[in-house]
């Protein structure tokens, strides 16, 4: 069953955006099918990979409305293994017209449900503000990543966020765990980051991810030509940052490096311990995550 992470930080402009379709990217990159869904009105991850505005198109606001069942809804992208649920702006109507519903909180788990075997990973990107449509991807996730800036008020509003996941664990979706903390436009030279980056370790301990994302103009231009940035300069620093982000990721939900090497090379009669199909495919996927890296130097 697919990982489902939810990309969220009530704050605007932290990188949610960025880091959802470069973290979804380099997954299928590694030859995992993923999913990315565009949870936010603004639909920037939908126009960042490329999609012209179509009010017609089928998007998440007919899944949660229950107009069209995600099947419907996912579109192909430039990346074989990558497919898009994208987003419209009429979205914005929907936090309103989900007060009234039935079970307003679970429509989006409900119309993902089905894709959950079809993907191993589905990201999802939210909007800045903690409303019914961010509710909707917290109670569909598995977990969530959190976006942050190496700034003085980095901690502030985190609080607010954190409460409202362990609401949500309480009461909605008791599964719901932290996958991390990730930093974006990262500058280490700074006596600030660094500082910064000193006070977050303390708060959220391993949950802040190793990897950090730095400031790099690659980043920002890719959406601008419709690309993730692994195909718009994968030598660049900011795709490679989050090539490296992906192997953190999947290395939560399957820590390779624990688990001896040769357990792939051995025959599979010997193999059912470590339930050896899944193990020896993500060694391949870990290896290809490395080529991209190696190759293209
Ligand atoms: P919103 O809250 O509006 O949804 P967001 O949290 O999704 O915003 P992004 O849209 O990803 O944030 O990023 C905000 C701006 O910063 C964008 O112009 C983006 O191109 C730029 N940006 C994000 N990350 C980086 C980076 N690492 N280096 C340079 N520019 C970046
Ligand atoms: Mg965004």
Known sequence: MGRVIAVANQKGGVGKTTTAINLASSIAAAEVDTLLVDCDPQSNTTSGLGLVKDPERISTYHLLMREASAEQAVQKTELDQLWLIPAHKNMIGANLELVEVERREFRLRDALA???DRFQYIVLDCPPALDLLTLNALVAADSILIPMQAEYFALEGVSELLDTVERIRASLNP??????????????????????????????????????????VRLAEAPSHGKPALLYDVRSRGAESYIQLAKEIIGHSMPVQEMPVQEAERPAEEKQVVNAPRWKRWIKERNKLTTINILDR
């Open 175 to 216: 599964e719901l765990t932290i996958e991390g903390v990730v930093l974006t436009m990262f500058d280490d030279r700074t006596n600030l980051a660094q500082q910064v980056t000193a006070e977050l370790s303390r708060f959220f301990g391993e949950k802040l991810c190793q990897t950090t994302i730095p400031r790099n």
């Open 114 to 116: 089905p894709l959950r």
